[in-house]
């Protein structure tokens, strides 16, 4: 069964470093997220991305945040400088399509970012 | 526009059921519910698109009231593998802005 893969499992970064996550979402699939969850709370919406834009964002991704899709394969999400706020698991996602039809999301196992 | 969960947590013994609950102060696009174990990602369970929709797999299920502001999971004769925490969804628009907002979630733990 086609899987949301995520790289790496966990990062440790120093605060004011530059991070990069990478997401390979489910081939077919045209729609990409990036949701975070600090730990024991919630899962967060960060940034959906369709067509090679960002579709919507959310107040979390502010300019230290960026995504790209490289190439036919990943979806990255980068932090310019990271704050020790920017702990947490952050969760890649993908969905076949939104809109009319509401395709389920399908989630990657996360990359847990810890900043110290 | 963050969905309201009810209850915050829930204990069950092996068996018994469950009703977990997600309102929103405006109509929704549609609802999705996921479910998160400990340290894993969160797991599609089911989309609800319409009102006074249902829908069901195995022994959990889910509706979608009439004005489209509440969704309920319903968890029958419990098991140890439904443990988790569920979050519903909601989404608010269709097309590009169907994103995700999450609600704070249900902690369900299932005993034995």
């Known amino acids: 069964e086609p899987e949301v893969t995520q790289t790496p499992s966990h990062q440790v970064t120093q605060m004011g470093q530059e991070v990069i996550l990478r997401c390979v979402p489910i081939s077919n699939h045209l729609y990409f997220y990036w949701y975070r969850q600090i730990l024991g709370q919630k899962v967060e919406f960060l940034v959906s991305f369709y067509n090679n834009e960002i579709s919507e964002k959310s107040e979390i991704f502010d300019d230290q945040f960026s995504v790209e899709r490289p190439d036919g394969s990943n979806f990255t999400l980068k932090i310019r400088s990271t704050k020790l706020e920017d702990s947490a698991m952050y969760f890649c996602?993908?969905?076949?399509?939104?809109?009319?039809?509401?395709?389920?999301?399908?989630f990657g196992p996360g990359t847990r970012l810890t900043v110290t | 526009q963050q969905p309201v969960q009810s209850p915050q947590a829930v204990i069950l013994r092996e068996g018994e059921d469950a009703v977990i609950n997600c309102s929103s102060s405006k109509a929704l696009y549609s609802v999705h519910w996921y479910r998160q174990k400990h340290g894993e990602a969160p797991v599609f369970l089911m989309i609800?698109?319409?009102?006074?929709e249902q829908k069901g797999h195995d022994k959990i299920s889910a509706s979608f009231n009439e004005k489209k502001q509440q969704s309920s999971l319903y968890l029958t004769a419990s098991q140890l593998s439904y443990s988790g925490t569920y979050f519903c969804?909601?989404?608010?628009?269709?097309?590009?802005?169907?994103?995700?907002?999450f609600g704070k979630g249900t902690k369900l733990s299932v005993k034995p």
């Open positions: 996602a993908s969905s076949l399509a939104t809109g009319l039809y509401s395709y389920e999301q399908y």
């Open positions: 609800l698109l319409k009102g006074g």
């Open positions: 969804g909601p989404q608010l628009y269709g097309g590009s802005q169907g994103n995700l907002i």
